[in-house]
């Protein structure tokens, strides 16, 4: 059984520091990772993907994969209170249809 | 901008009914999901369909089953609803070619089975 791992959380920082987001996934021929954030009541959202080696950039947002370790991660700089959410971590699976996603992380961020 | 709509925000039907839950995208997409999301147990894959007519099953096909007869219509039924139901459903899209397409999420149906 494929799996994507995520703490659940909740992880709480403050207003301006730098919150990171782990995920592990199970299946080492993965090759596409998204991460996705969800509101509370709401749909997810895409804010991330990635697909090679190292880290991805987009404004504060910076995802790193590691395929050897089978991690991926996201750090969100200058955090806000707006960040506050669940981050939804996802893998493609082996037959590149349907995506995995883990169970999400709450993050909380005080003003 | 990619459009994934769903028929309802929020259902409430009783044990034992017949439940229809429609989902449309009008991107062309080949893909189409439906996901149940709980506290605590995350997004769970019912079905999804890579073209009309042909569907598949997810994680936890029981007590559901699926119609695609159009390319941009994907709805799930629940044949006898039951209280174990009550869940907010997901219907999303994705395009077929390559791996590195984004998947995405209509606005979600939030059903309560009484």
């Known amino acids: 059984q494929k799996e994507v791992e995520q703490n659940s959380g909740p992880l709480s920082v403050p207003e301006g520091a730098i919150a990171s987001l782990n995920c592990t996934y199970s299946d080492r021929v993965s090759q596409s990772f998204f991460w996705y954030r969800q509101y509370s009541g709401k749909s997810p959202e895409l804010i991330m993907s990635i697909y090679s080696n190292g880290d991805k950039e987009d404004g504060r947002f910076t995802a790193q994969l590691n395929k050897a370790s089978q991690y991926v991660s996201l750090l969100i700089r200058d955090s806000q209170p707006s960040d506050s959410a669940t981050y939804l971590c996802?893998?493609?699976?082996?037959?590149?249809?349907?995506?995995?996603f883990g169970k999400g992380t709450t993050l909380s961020v005080s003003s | 901008d990619v459009k994934v709509t769903q028929s309802s925000r929020y259902l409430v039907k009783r044990t034992g009914e017949k439940v229809f839950l429609e989902c449309v995208q009008d991107m062309d997409h080949e893909n189409m999901f439906w996901y149940r999301q709980d506290p605590g147990l995350g997004l769970r894959l019912i079905y999804f369909?890579?073209?009309?007519?042909?569907?598949e099953k997810g994680d936890i096909p029981e007590g559901y089953s699926v119609s695609r007869e159009k390319k941009e219509r994907f709805s799930l039924i629940l044949e006898s609803a039951s209280t174990n139901q009550t869940s907010m459903y997901l219907c999303?899209?994705?395009?077929?070619?390559?791996?590195?397409?984004?998947?995405?999420f209509g606005p979600g149906t939030r059903l309560t089975v009484l």
């Open positions: 999303a899209s994705r395009p077929l070619a390559g791996n590195y397409n984004e998947q995405f």
């Open positions: 996802a893998v493609n699976d082996q037959a590149g249809t349907a995506l995995i």
């Open positions: 369909s890579y073209d009309v007519k042909m569907k």
